[in-house]
């Protein structure tokens, strides 16, 4: 599995666009990128993910470099319910969650 | 919808007791993991099954024990309880192959007096 790099926390105002930067430089070719986030002590839930192509859904894109070493994770329109931790998995199987961004959403 | 569960939710023993940490899924999902998360802090994997019959230990050493006779269940058992085991302890399921997404429990938050 692929160790990835993400920054300790980030700010983001409330319906403006937050940019998740995350570093995978060691993922394999055939490793996919994972987001997940963690509201308070919830269970962490899956948020999107992709292998090359940039990914969209209904809660977030997720742009991949071409040379696939990092991503970032946009949520468009952040709300208040968007404040969490963001964990970004690189590979499968045996995953480590490592310690995540922490997204506080200003008013 | 994910569809998995943990009871008990909340659990509050006194040192000693064994217990036992429910978890099932409902996806009939092969794999299965189990977690260890202390307040504010990162998740630990403990135990993950690729299997009916298969257990292995994660990355956290973990005195907890686990099994795995049916695919849709997966308790995580201590033998003997300590205060060093309050924690929160998630489990999570995927499906396999190119389909890694893990789908989280609720949680159980153990307090051991």
């Known amino acids: 599995d692929a160790k990835t790099t993400q920054p300790t926390s980030m700010d983001c105002a409330e319906g403006r666009a937050a940019n998740l930067p995350c570093n995978h430089s060691t993922i394999s070719g055939n490793e996919y990128v994972y987001w997940y986030r963690q509201i308070h002590s919830q269970g962490p839930q899956y948020i999107i993910h992709g292998l090359k192509n940039n990914e969209t859904n209904e809660m977030a894109s997720l742009i991949i470099t071409e040379d696939r070493k990092s991503s970032t994770l946009i949520l468009p329109h952040a709300t208040l319910r968007d404040t969490a931790v963001y964990y970004c998995i690189g590979g499968y199987q045996k995953v480590t969650f490592g310690t995540g961004t922490k997204l506080q959403v200003i008013p | 919808e994910a569809d998995i569960y943990q009871t008990p939710r909340y659990l509050v023993i006194g040192t000693g007791k064994k217990i036992t940490l429910e978890c099932s899924q409902t996806?009939?999902?092969?794999?299965m993991y189990w977690y260890q998360q202390d307040p504010g802090m990162e998740l630990h994997l403990i135990h993950y099954s690729y299997g009916v019959n298969s257990t292995e230990k994660g990355d956290l050493s973990s005195e907890s024990t686990v099994s795995r006779i049916r695919t849709e269940h997966f308790p995580l058992t201590l033998e003997s309880a300590r205060p060093s085991h309050t924690s929160q302890y998630l489990c999570a399921s995927s499906g396999g192959g190119s389909q890694e997404t893990q789908y989280f429990g609720p949680g159980t938050r153990l307090l051991v007096l």
């Open positions: 996806m009939g999902h092969d794999k």
